[in-house]
C-alpha cells in the first residue's frame, strides 16, 4: 500500500515552455494527499534545471534525469519510483483545471480496479477546450462486459484515466518492451489483464492539447512501424490470455492495423529503400499474423493483400 493517495506522473523531453503551466495548475489547488514525479527524459534544453528549481522547492515533487529513451520508458520509470495508492499520468503540454482533484476524489469513492475520466481537448494556440466525448456514469463489474467497453470506446489514452498502483507495480516487468507511438494504447492493454471492474465517470478537468511542439504524434519515424508491429503482437496475445476473441476485438485491431498501414505508406514516401529494409524485419509481415487480422474496409483489404505480397511500389502510391 502507498504512503498518500496519488502519484502524479509527468514524462518530459524538452519542454521548457510547458513545464511551469502544467505544474502551477497542479500546485494551487488545495489538495494536497499526492507526490509528483518528474522524468526528464534527456533533455536538451532548459527542462532540466527548471525541474529542478520545482524539486528543491516543493518537497512532493521528485525529479529524476535519465537518458533519452522516449515517453514509455519515462512512464515506466516513474510507476518504479511512485509511492501512491493510484497514478494518474499527465503529459506535460497539457493542464488540469481547479475542480480536478475534487472529481478524482469523487470517482475514487466507488471502489474499482480502473476508472475512465472524460476529457477536454483543443487544438494548439487555439483558446476554446471542449469535451472530447460523453461518458455514460456507470460501474462495469463482469470481465467480458470491461473488455466490450474498452475495445469498443475507451481506449488509447492514459492521461483520462486512474490506475491501481499496487498493479502497475507489482507487473512492471510486463512493460519491458521499447514503443513510442501506441505507448498508452500498449499501457492500457497490459494493465487491462488484471482488471476484474471499472468506473465511468463523465468528468472532464483535464485538458488536452494536441499537436505542440513536444507531441509525440508530430514525429514519425521508421522505427514507429516497429511500435505498431509491437502493439499488435501485445493484442494478438491479449486475446489469447483472457479468451477474449469478439468482432469487438476484430474491429479495434483492424483500426490498430489501419493506423499501421497509414504510417508504412508515409514512410514508403519519404524513404522508400530504407523504408522497405526496415519493414522486412517487421513481425507482422509473417503470413501467421496477417492472418489473424480480420478487415472489413476495402482499403484496408487492399492494404493487406499488398502487404502480404510485399507489393511496397504500389503501396506507396496509394
Same mark, same amino acid.
Request: charged share 30%; glycine share 4%.
Given at each position: 500500500?502507498?504512503?498518500?493517495?496519488? %502519484?502524479?506522473?509527468? @514524462?518530459?523531453?524538452?519542454?521548457?515552455?510547458?513545464?511551469?503551466?502544467? !505544474?502551477?495548475?497542479?500546485?494551487?489547488?488545495?489538495?494536497?494527499? *499526492?507526490?509528483?514525479?518528474?522524468?526528464?527524459?534527456?533533455?536538451?534544453?532548459?527542462?532540466?534545471?527548471?525541474?529542478?528549481?520545482? %524539486?528543491?522547492?516543493?518537497?512532493?515533487?521528485?525529479?529524476?534525469?535519465?537518458?533519452?529513451?522516449?515517453?514509455?520508458?519515462?512512464? $515506466?520509470?516513474?510507476?518504479?519510483?511512485?509511492?501512491?495508492? *493510484?497514478? $494518474?499520468?499527465?503529459?506535460?503540454?497539457?493542464?488540469?483545471?481547479?475542480?480536478?482533484?475534487?472529481?478524482? &476524489?469523487?470517482?475514487?469513492?466507488?471502489?474499482?480496479?480502473?476508472?475512465?475520466?472524460?476529457?477536454?481537448?483543443?487544438?494548439?494556440?487555439?483558446?476554446?477546450?471542449?469535451?472530447?466525448?460523453?461518458?455514460?456514469?456507470?460501474?462495469?463489474?463482469?470481465?467480458?462486459?470491461?473488455?466490450?467497453?474498452?475495445?469498443?470506446?475507451?481506449?488509447?489514452?492514459? #492521461?483520462?484515466?486512474?490506475?491501481?498502483?499496487?498493479?502497475?507495480?507489482?507487473?512492471?516487468?510486463?512493460?519491458? $518492451?521499447?514503443? %513510442?507511438?501506441?505507448?498508452?494504447?500498449?499501457?492500457?492493454?497490459?494493465?487491462?489483464?488484471? /482488471?476484474?471492474?471499472?468506473?465511468?465517470?463523465?468528468?472532464?478537468?483535464?485538458?488536452? /492539447? $494536441?499537436?505542440?511542439?513536444?507531441?509525440?504524434?508530430?514525429?514519425?519515424?521508421?522505427?514507429?512501424?516497429?511500435?505498431?508491429?509491437?502493439? !499488435?503482437?501485445?493484442?494478438?496475445?491479449?486475446?489469447?490470455?483472457?479468451?477474449?476473441?469478439? @468482432?469487438?476485438?476484430?474491429?479495434?485491431?483492424?483500426?490498430?492495423?489501419?493506423?499501421?498501414?497509414?504510417?508504412?505508406?508515409?514512410?514508403?514516401?519519404?524513404?522508400?529503400?530504407?523504408? /522497405?529494409?526496415?519493414?522486412?524485419?517487421?513481425? &507482422?509481415?509473417?503470413?501467421?499474423?496477417?492472418?489473424?487480422?480480420?478487415?472489413?474496409?476495402?482499403?484496408?483489404?487492399?492494404?493487406?493483400?499488398? !502487404?502480404? *505480397?510485399?507489393? #511496397?511500389?504500389?503501396?506507396?502510391?496509394?
Amino acid at each position: 500500500m502507498g504512503n498518500m493517495l496519488l %502519484s502524479i506522473i509527468i @514524462p518530459i523531453y524538452n519542454a521548457e515552455n510547458f513545464i511551469n503551466k502544467i !505544474l502551477d495548475s497542479i500546485l494551487i489547488r488545495n489538495f494536497k494527499d *499526492y507526490e509528483i514525479i518528474l522524468i526528464n527524459d534527456g533533455s536538451n534544453d532548459k527542462s532540466k534545471d527548471i525541474c529542478d528549481e520545482y %524539486s528543491k522547492k516543493y518537497g512532493y515533487i521528485s525529479c529524476y534525469h535519465i537518458e533519452n529513451r522516449g515517453c514509455f520508458k519515462a512512464r $515506466v520509470y516513474g510507476i518504479k519510483k511512485s509511492k501512491g495508492k *493510484y497514478i $494518474v499520468f499527465m503529459d506535460v503540454d497539457d493542464f488540469i483545471n481547479e475542480d480536478y482533484f475534487e472529481n478524482i &476524489l469523487l470517482a475514487l469513492k466507488k471502489k474499482a480496479d480502473f476508472y475512465f475520466l472524460n476529457n477536454k481537448i483543443n487544438k494548439y494556440n487555439k483558446y476554446k477546450f471542449i469535451e472530447e466525448r460523453y461518458l455514460e456514469n456507470k460501474f462495469i463489474n463482469n470481465k467480458k462486459d470491461v473488455y466490450d467497453y474498452y475495445f469498443s470506446s475507451a481506449s488509447g489514452a492514459v #492521461w483520462n484515466k486512474i490506475y491501481l498502483g499496487d498493479i502497475l507495480r507489482e507487473n512492471i516487468n510486463d512493460f519491458n $518492451v521499447n514503443i %513510442s507511438i501506441g505507448d498508452d494504447y500498449y499501457i492500457n492493454l497490459i494493465y487491462l489483464k488484471y /482488471v476484474n471492474n471499472i468506473c465511468i465517470s463523465n468528468t472532464s478537468s483535464y485538458n488536452h /492539447v $494536441v499537436n505542440t511542439s513536444v507531441s509525440i504524434s508530430n514525429k514519425i519515424r521508421q522505427e514507429n512501424i516497429s511500435d505498431l508491429d509491437t502493439l !499488435l503482437e501485445a493484442i494478438f496475445n491479449f486475446r489469447i490470455v483472457a479468451s477474449y476473441d469478439t @468482432p469487438i476485438l476484430d474491429k479495434y485491431i483492424e483500426q490498430r492495423f489501419e493506423s499501421f498501414c497509414g504510417l508504412v505508406r508515409r514512410n514508403l514516401k519519404k524513404d522508400r529503400r530504407d523504408t /522497405v529494409k526496415f519493414l522486412k524485419r517487421t513481425r &507482422l509481415f509473417t503470413l501467421d499474423n496477417l492472418n489473424k487480422i480480420k478487415v472489413t474496409k476495402i482499403k484496408n483489404k487492399i492494404y493487406k493483400y499488398l !502487404l502480404k *505480397y510485399r507489393l #511496397w511500389n504500389i503501396l506507396s502510391k496509394l
